[in-house]
């Protein structure tokens, strides 16, 4: 946290631009394989322009509509989650400037879901989710815990995170996670049990019994902002 004014925000990795940060993951559940085939020619269409093109799609007569608005919803979930971010980062650094860890713990508790709400409209829905949660209601559903888990493989593997993104073609909306990096300043409530401040374990234990999320090291996934967007037509021709 306390890194807010140095590094990037929030530790969010989808910036445009950046190596390997526009790949794009096609989920290989088949049961999700059933896209209209111009859904998945959107899909591969950007992704081409994403990897070759510094993130601009190739036009394609086809597909083009499915490409703009894929990247309309894209931009929207890439935008809440810095935004989600951002307004995290400042809240908990200038709680920790003012105060103890421990009062600290109510950004995080009150502050994040209340952003996430107000970021939360017009067919965009923002949370923050992780394999290893604080608050059960942070837990990943079946997608997240899938794609939480290749990331966690992937970092463990020395490879580059990469943002997430998925057309649920069937609920016609795009699925997005933005990987969430563990700084030094975030060691302080979600670092090794024994070298948190009192007061915060104290705090954690009574408003948290079934914490899941010390022990972590700095470089750690800690988790993603999970956003989905409605999209009026996911696989339009
Ligand atoms: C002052 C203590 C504190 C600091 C510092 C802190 N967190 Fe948290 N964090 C919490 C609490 C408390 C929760 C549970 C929030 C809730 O109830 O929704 C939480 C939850 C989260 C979650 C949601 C998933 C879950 O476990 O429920 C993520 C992701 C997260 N923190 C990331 C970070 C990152 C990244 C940093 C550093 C940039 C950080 N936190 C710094 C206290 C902290």
Same mark, same amino acid.
């Given at each position: 946290?306390? &890194?807010?004014?140095?590094? +990037?925000?929030?530790?969010? !990795? *989808?910036?445009? #631009?950046? /190596? ?28 081409v322009g994403l990897v070759t093109g510094g993130c601009r799609p190739e036009p394609d007569r086809q597909a083009q509509a499915g490409v703009t608005e894929l990247e309309a919803a894209l931009d929207r979930a890439r935008s809440a989650s810095a935004e989600l971010g951002r307004r995290l980062m400042t809240a908990l650094g200038e709680q920790l400037a003012s105060g103890a ?7 995080? &508790?009150?502050?994040?879901? +209340?952003?996430?709400?107000? !970021? *939360?409209?017009? #067919?965009? /829905? ?99 902002? *999970? ?11």
């Open positions: 946290m306390v &890194s807010g004014q140095q590094g +990037a925000p929030y530790g969010v !990795l *989808s910036k445009r #631009g950046e /190596a390997g940060a526009c790949e794009v993951y096609l989920a290989d559940d088949p049961s999700r394989r059933r896209f209209p085939a111009a859904g998945i020619a959107a899909a591969v269409v950007l992704a860890p421990a009062t600290a713990i109510g950004v995080c &508790s009150e502050i994040a879901p +209340a952003a996430a709400n107000e !970021l *939360s409209r017009d #067919g965009l /829905a923002i949370r923050r989710t992780s394999l290893r949660y604080r608050n059960p209601g942070n837990a990943p559903d079946p997608w997240e815990r899938v794609w939480l888990e290749r990331l966690e493989a992937r970092l463990a593997a020395g490879e580059p995170l990469q943002e997430v993104h998925e057309i649920d073609a069937a609920r016609g909306e795009l699925r997005y996670l933005g990987p969430i990096l563990v700084g030094p300043g975030c060691l302080r409530c979600h670092g090794a049990e024994d070298e948190l401040d009192s007061d915060v374990r104290e705090q954690l234990a009574r408003h948290y019994p079934d914490d899941r999320a010390t022990g972590f090291a700095a470089g750690d996934l800690r988790g993603a902002f *999970s956003v989905r967007v409605a999209m009026d037509s996911p696989a339009s021709d």
